[in-house]
């Protein structure tokens, strides 16, 4: 199994950053997430960490180093996700529960799945083109698919921002599973919050990737995201992934030199860890980088 992947967040024009995201790998199967936590609510926030954490955590206590079903456990980690915010309310006594929505996507023997709740999205990029992407759970949608609001103005529409389900709210959610896709050399798939697709056009949002790496590609199109919207710019996440193949490889990134079970992860899954925010790829390569070079000048001395 060999990719490249990478991720990256700003937190644009609101005060605090209510996104999370991450990825964690087996040997045999990846995990992508990206968790929008909803204002207008308590602690949005909270509720996109405590989602990410719960489905990180059944991932490193299911794949083995694959699952049996990955569609099914989309399904039940989504919802268990929930129901832990749910309790998350409960434990910090909460006058209201918090709420998010989150995008998944699974990669095992060379076949991508995602689930999600909400209007973050996944995108599968073949070629240049959207070869597929999630529908938003939101009001606007909904009138787009009933041929009720002409294609190109769901942006200026009052209720643009009326997300109709999302994880944590009173209300069991809706977790919608996508058919499997076959991914082929050189795919990309893109998860990203609704801060980063709002404010460009379907073909702004991918030209980026085209010719380009990931490590590149994403930061710069988070940057443009939070340009395009101005002062009124949202929290803006993206992760990507470029596929290569699902035949053992040692490079650029794979989980074939991986043993048997053994989980990477960029996802704090510890139940006690509070809300921060998400610590993006470039900040990894940073403190990697300084601990190479404190390496270096010990050993010289």
């Not at 597929?132 to 609001?149: F, P, Q």
């Not at 050189?186 to 073909?203: K, M, N, T, Y």
Request: hydrophobic share 45%; charged share 20%.
């Amino acid at each position: 199994m060999k990719f490249s992947i990478y991720q990256d967040s700003l937190t644009g024009a609101r005060p605090i950053n209510q996104d999370r995201m991450g990825y964690a790998f087996t040997r045999d199967c990846l995990l992508m997430l990206v968790a929008d936590g909803m204002g207008g609510h308590q602690r949005g926030e909270a509720a996109a960490q405590v989602a990410m954490q719960s489905i990180a955590g059944s991932f490193e206590q299911q794949a083995r180093p694959g699952l049996p079903d990955p569609p099914a456990f989309l399904d039940a980690a989504l919802l268990q996700a929930h129901r832990d915010i749910l309790q998350y309310q409960v434990t910090h006594g909460m006058s209201e529960s918090p709420r998010t929505t989150v995008v998944a996507c699974l990669v095992q023997g060379g076949t991508a799945w995602w689930a999600h709740a909400g209007d973050s999205r996944a995108y599968c990029i073949r070629n240049g083109a959207v070869l597929s992407r999630t529908r938003d759970h939101s009001k606007v949608e909904s009138l787009l698919a009933m041929g009720l609001l002409a294609p190109g103005a769901e942006h200026r529409h009052p209720d643009r921002n009326k997300v109709l389900n999302c994880l944590g709210s009173p209300f069991q959610p809706t977790i919608e599973v996508s058919p499997g896709m076959v991914l082929l050399p050189g795919d990309l798939l893109l998860l990203c919050s609704d801060g980063v697709w709002a404010p460009l056009a379907e073909a702004a949002l991918i030209e980026g990737f085209i010719g380009a790496d990931v490590k590149r590609a994403v930061p710069e199109l988070v940057r443009r995201s939070v340009a395009a919207a101005g002062r009124l710019a949202d929290n803006a996440t993206a992760l990507a992934m470029r596929w290569d193949s699902d035949a053992p490889a040692t490079s650029p990134m794979t989980g074939a030199a991986l043993l048997r079970g053994a989980v990477t992860t960029t996802i704090d899954i510890s139940p006690d860890a509070e809300p921060e925010p998400p610590i993006t790829d470039a900040e990894i390569d940073r403190a990697v980088a300084e601990i190479q070079d404190e390496i270096a000048r010990t050993a010289a001395r």
